[in-house]
């Protein structure tokens, strides 16, 4: 039902900028509905392929920071705000992380922790400082295996991967990314 939603709004989107004949449409209903998704897949792929590289509005998030009303949320926008200023401010945001993990270790949130240790790890990467991070992602490896998130875990393992493999060690760095997969 969606589907056929979603390929006449991306249908009646095209044929109003005039990309798309209404006869061919209509006398070939399933060669269409094919140009339609190609179309589509065309059009709409590169506007969704760049969205990891889009900023947040870190302005709403501190306001966000500002009224979240329990130390889980907080510390979770925490973390949000924190991996967006990872290049741009890194000093605040090993501060947010330690904040983080201020916040989380009384409580025991693995998640949140594996979260502050990826963010400091990957600052100490950016900083050329290897066995800090090494340090720090396996804290953090370990804290996602205790919270059991594979997500994190593969995070952990592709971002060890990928700093092996740009100091050329290339077999420990395939052998991280192998990790990352399981």
């Known amino acids: 039902m969606y589907l056929i939603f979603a390929q ?3 249908l009646l989107h095209f044929y109003s ?7 061919r449409i209509s ?8 140009l339609v998704l190609l179309m589509a897949c065309i059009y709409y792929m590169p506007i969704r392929c760049d969205a990891q590289y889009l900023n947040i509005d870190k302005d709403s998030i501190r306001r966000e920071i500002a009224h979240a009303g329990s130390d889980s949320a907080v510390s979770g926008l ?23 993990i201020r916040i989380s270790s009384p409580v025991n949130d693995y998640l949140r922790l594996a979260e502050a240790y990826r963010i400091k790890g990957f600052v100490k990467v950016v900083n050329q ?7 720090m992602y ?12 594979h997500y994190y875990l593969a995070s952990f393992y592709s971002l060890t991967g990928g700093m092996y493999q740009d100091k050329g060690d290339f077999d420990t760095g395939i052998r991280y990314y192998l990790d990352a997969l399981k």
Request: hydrophobic share 40%.
């Open 138 to 149: 396996a804290l953090g490896i370990d804290y996602a295996m205790k919270a059991g998130s």
């Open 27 to 34: 006398a070939h209903g399933f060669q269409a509905r094919k």
């Open 17 to 23: 900028l005039g990309m798309v004949d209404r006869s």
């Open 78 to 100: 925490y973390g949000v705000l924190g991996w967006e200023l990872r290049y741009s401010n890194q000093h605040e945001a090993v501060r947010l992380a330690d904040e983080m």
């Open 8 to 10: 006449r709004v991306i």
């Open 129 to 135: 400082d290897l066995r800090g991070c090494q340090e």
